[in-house]
């Protein structure tokens, strides 16, 4: 009998522990699957975050490094250029990279620092009990904005990616989401895309995802993904904002 | 000022900064990230283009906090790898030092002193050592902190603390002062000597184009993948992780301690000072020993693991010490417990960026002698 699906070999045999609908195990396993397509396994060094995929390494199998909130870029940065040959990548939240590591992620770009970033995007902070985040939507509770996010006091949703694209140092900035299969697939196009850019040295590279996080919502996994869908992705619009070969291409 | 130049010319006049930065070239750092603060600019400047020649890499970061976080993640590389600041930037870097101990990531910190506290002066100044020596960021920790005295010393430190960085997989640090850091001294650039230090198999990275001594692996190919991190979520798992790092901060109190005696065995007041403050110290001295005072000075030159064993030796009786700093009174509580009530102690020091002289120092310490001083208490 042919074997047509397995666990990569880039995921330990570890159960993940998130929450039930939480996006975190998707992504996790897509970036698994991609790095086994492209055979990179043994090059890889990961960048956990502080938040849920803080135990990033407990899932990865390969080279992982944790650091302080926020600093990724900054860590990937030295990695990469004392290293070029490893293939480096961040992955981290929105509280991580949008807000409390904002310059850093900022700079790491506009350095165009050859690296590929994956934002995980799920508007508030899980990990801690969910309090407002940068990404928080307008009117959306959460433990620090019980009444909603007000914009005279909280200000606006941060369209990261929509910044990002606009940086001259980013090669690539793209938004998906992992609310159903269609999206899914989606959205492991892109993954594949951001680390072969790294691969083929075309520079930083970068993909926000919309990830479910069914608990702080308060809503089921299933409704979280429709939640995505008529809610989230009106603020977060998906789609590629920037792509340097494309422009050659055209 | 070449590597050229540094190996053929027996000695060279050399800024102290300067003098740290191609220190840290010699010892075959290659990674060093920093942010433009006075009175330490120097060292990334020189860096700056220094780095470019032996290959390595320099990166202006957008932040000290960034900077730090930068050294982190190439020293997880298994490069060895320094940043420098200057007091204000040294309290942003805390947090990436804290992560720095926790992880067990050898690298060296440069702090060049200036007035605080804030942003406070660019004089040099001495009101880091408790922050130095004490911990600073979160967490029970220690870093190695070294106190050169003169551009020599800023020289053979450097180097020595790259070798005992990488020994006891601790960050250290090179504690000076805007004048040490700005003076320019002649300076004999010994050679930097290999040592035999523990293979980084820890590395997270791949082994091509490095230095041959130090072995690597690329990604986690026939071996387990390694983890560096300072999260212990489990049941004890954290307690233990400190346990190990207490057992190493007491090796290292019991073989890395430096320090540098000058006719202590017959004085009747020892002075202690280490840095800058030692030299005006020891200028003082020499005066009053040729008036027939009999002083000493006791110099600790490792300030982490401090010379404690060594100082309670030289009390008791009544023999009294004086601690002299620039800054309103920090290394002599350690000056205190190492005496431990055995003599009276006694404190002089200069804070906000002020430099004492030597006359001063002398008038300090005739009061000493005709017990004319209120010890240090409470």
């Known amino acids: 009998m042919k074997k047509v699906y397995e666990r990569p070999q880039s995921l330990k045999k570890t159960p993940f522990r998130f929450c039930p609908g939480c996006g975190h195990g998707i992504a996790h396993r897509l970036i698994a699957q991609c790095i086994d397509e492209l055979g990179i396994r043994e090059k890889v060094v990961g960048i956990a975050p502080v938040g849920c995929a803080v135990f990033a390494y407990d899932y990865f199998n390969f080279d992982i490094i944790e650091c302080a909130h926020g600093r990724p870029p900054a860590v990937a940065t030295a990695i990469k250029r004392v290293s070029p040959e490893t293939i480096v990548f961040s992955y981290q939240g929105d509280g991580d990279l949008a807000a409390i590591g904002t310059a850093e992620i900022i700079h790491a770009a506009n350095r165009g620092e050859n690296l590929s ?111 995505i869908e008529t809610e989230m992705s009106t603020v977060f619009k998906k789609g590629v904002y920037k792509d340097i070969e494309a422009r050659k291409h055209s | 000022m070449t590597s050229k130049n540094v190996k053929t010319v027996e000695k060279i006049l050399m800024k102290g900064n300067e003098a740290i930065a191609e220190a840290a070239i010699n010892a075959r750092c290659r990674f060093f990230a920093g942010y433009p603060i006075t009175p330490q600019n120097e060292i990334p400047e020189y860096l700056s283009e220094r780095m470019n020649q032996v290959g390595g890499v320099f990166i202006q970061s957008e932040s000290e906090i960034s900077a730090i976080n930068m050294v982190f993640g190439a020293s997880a590389a298994g490069v060895r790898s320094m940043t420098s600041s200057s007091s204000p930037g040294i309290s942003l870097k805390q947090e990436g030092i804290s992560f720095l101990c926790g992880a067990q990531l050898p690298c060296v910190i440069v702090n060049v002193q200036r007035g605080g ?153 020892i002075i202690v000072a280490f840095g800058f403050a030692a030299r005006v110290a020891l200028s003082a001295v020499r005066g009053l020993q040729r008036d027939g005072y ?59 960026g002020a430099i004492m002289t030597a006359e001063e120092i002398s008038e300090v310490i005739i009061k000493c002698f005709e017990n004319k001083l209120e010890p240090h208490l409470f």
């Open chain 1, 117 to 227: 970033i994956f934002f995980m995007n799920n508007a508030t902070y899980g990990m801690t009990g969910g309090q407002m985040a940068p990404t928080t939507l307008i009117n959306q509770k959460t433990a620090t904005c019980n009444k909603g996010r007000c914009i005279t006091a909280d200000g606006f949703p941060l369209n990261v990616v929509k910044l990002i694209s606009t940086i001259k140092g980013v090669s690539y900035a793209a938004r998906s989401s992992l609310a159903g299969a269609k999206n899914i697939l989606q959205t492991k196009k892109h993954i594949r895309r951001v680390l072969e850019n790294q691969i083929n040295k075309k520079g930083f590279s970068f993909l926000e995802m919309l990830s479910p996080c069914p608990p702080v919502w308060g809503l089921t996994p299933l409704d979280s993904c429709k939640w």
């Open chain 2, 117 to 269: 506290p804030g942003l406070g002066n660019i004089s040099g100044s001495q009101a880091d050592y408790f922050q130095a020596v004490k911990g600073g960021g979160h967490g029970d920790y220690k870093l190695l902190v070294y106190a050169p005295y003169n551009v020599q010393e800023m020289w053979d430190l450097t180097m020595h603390a790259f070798d005992t960085s990488d020994k006891y997989r601790n960050p250290a640090m090179i504690l000076v002062d805007g004048m040490l850091g700005q003076m320019m001294e002649p300076l004999s650039p010994t050679p930097y000597v290999v040592k035999n230090l523990p293979v980084k198999t820890w590395a997270l990275t791949g082994c091509k184009d490095r230095e041959p001594n130090v072995i690597r692996s690329t990604g986690c190919k026939d071996r387990k993948p390694n983890v560096i991190k300072s999260l212990y979520m489990g049941e004890g798992e954290l307690e233990r992780q400190n346990e190990l790092l207490q057992e190493k901060y007491k090796k290292m109190k019991e073989v890395e301690v430096m320090y540098e005696e000058i006719d202590v065995e017959d004085a009747d007041v």
């Open chain 2, 294 to 352: 009999k002083v000493g000075l006791f110099r600790p030159i490792t300030l982490f693991p401090f010379p404690m064993r060594q100082i309670h030796r030289l009390a008791g009786g009544k023999r009294k010490f004086l601690s002299i700093e620039m800054n309103a009174g920090q290394m002599v509580e350690d000056v205190r417990l190492s005496v431990n009530g055995r003599s009276d102690v006694f404190f002089y020091g200069r804070p906000g």
